[in-house]
């Protein structure tokens, strides 16, 4: 009865997921992935119509199928003395009335951290929200008018490009308020879901869940403000205590003590990472961190002068940090064995 009903639960989400991508030949795609019957599948489409999760337009093979929408709306609110919670509370947490607790509690702490951003951080005066629930997702979008997430960073904390301000948010901890913030929120956030990109100027930032390496694109046409955007399955199993955990110490505190930096991050076009003055961006505040795990996705080689400035003069002058290596090529592994055997 449990791998029945589980297999079944597999099945409903995968069709979900997949009709926008395959809306003409669902059925086909589902037999083949599940080698189930085309009745045994229609069975399930017809469970969605009859939900008024889908809709479908046509007849026979002419059939074609989408996801309802159940819930789009658009509204403005004046940042000048606005409350997350409030905001939460009157106009987002009914919408998402229905959805398991574990989602309400990640969509709770997503919106109101990236509010509350907007109201602390971003200079400006009006926030704009998007939402759009359909049968197998939310979506919302946060966008403000103010000077803009990594220009400010830039600014305040003194670097040289908006790029730079990117690999700062994926390593976490990051703020330019102290006093006020820890600067875990879009760090946490981007984690919890399962799409999460910050577009500002002529630079967007995302992640996808499931994806270690966190992304930069850069766009030809610059917009002002900040637009976060999210996503999230409606059923989905995440927990946002899992998510802490994954980058807690194991003491009593559950501290933020571990983080993952995308090395890919530090690289601008097609440079290759060679210097030292590379190394030691990559390097800026992880020694806020416990545990440093240097993700080398998509890094095909890196200079002698690069490996030296984090593996033997970083890790020499910081015993006590744990820096640990993921999806490294071999040449990389022999430039990180070289530098470590200089000690």
């Known amino acids: 009865m449990g791998k029945s009903y589980k297999r079944g639960q597999e099945i409903r989400e995968f069709i979900l ?10 059925v086909n795609q589902v037999v083949d992935h599940f080698s189930i019957s085309r009745q045994a599948v229609s069975r399930y489409i017809q469970e969605f119509l009859k939900e008024e999760y889908i809709t479908a337009e046509g007849h026979t093979r002419q059939r074609k199928y989408s996801l309802r929408v159940i819930h789009k709306e658009q509204f403005s609110a004046s940042l000048a003395g606005l409350e997350e919670d409030m905001l939460w509370e009157k106009r987002i947490s009914n919408i998402l009335n229905g959805v398991p607790e574990n989602v309400l509690d990640i969509w709770h702490y997503s919106f109101t951290e990236m509010v509350n951003n907007a109201i602390d951080h971003s200079g400006g005066e009006k926030l704009t929200i998007n939402v759009e629930m359909n049968g197998f997702l939310t979506r919302i979008i946060v966008s403000d008018d103010g000077i803009g997430i990594f220009k400010k960073i830039k600014e305040e904390c003194e670097l040289e490009d908006e790029r730079h301000a990117v690999l700062e948010l994926a390593k976490g901890k990051l703020t330019t308020d102290p006093k006020s913030h820890t600067g875990e929120g879009i760090f946490f956030t981007s984690r919890m879901l399962d799409y999460f990109a910050v577009l500002s100027g002529g630079v967007c930032f995302s992640h996808e869940s499931g994806q270690e390496e966190d992304w930069i694109l850069e766009r030809d046409l610059p917009r002002t403000g900040t637009a976060v955007f999210m996503s999230l399955a409606n059923q989905s199993p995440r927990a946002y205590q899992e998510v802490f955990k994954r980058f807690a110490s194991e003491d009593e505190d559950y501290g933020f003590t571990k983080t993952v930096v995308p090395v890919r991050l530090v690289r601008h076009g097609v440079e290759n990472l060679v210097s030292r003055s590379q190394a ?48 490294t090529v071999e040449y990389v592994e022999k430039m990180i064995a070289l530098a470590k055997g200089r000690e």
């Open 17 to 26: 997921q997949n009709i926008p991508k395959n809306p003409h030949n669902i």
């Open 280 to 327: 030691k961006r990559l390097l800026g505040r992880v020694d806020m961190f416990k545990t440093v795990i240097l993700d080398f996705q998509d890094v095909a080689s890196i200079g002698r002068a690069f490996a030296d400035e984090i593996f033997r003069i970083f890790q020499r002058n910081h015993p006590n940090i744990l820096l640990l290596t993921v999806n």
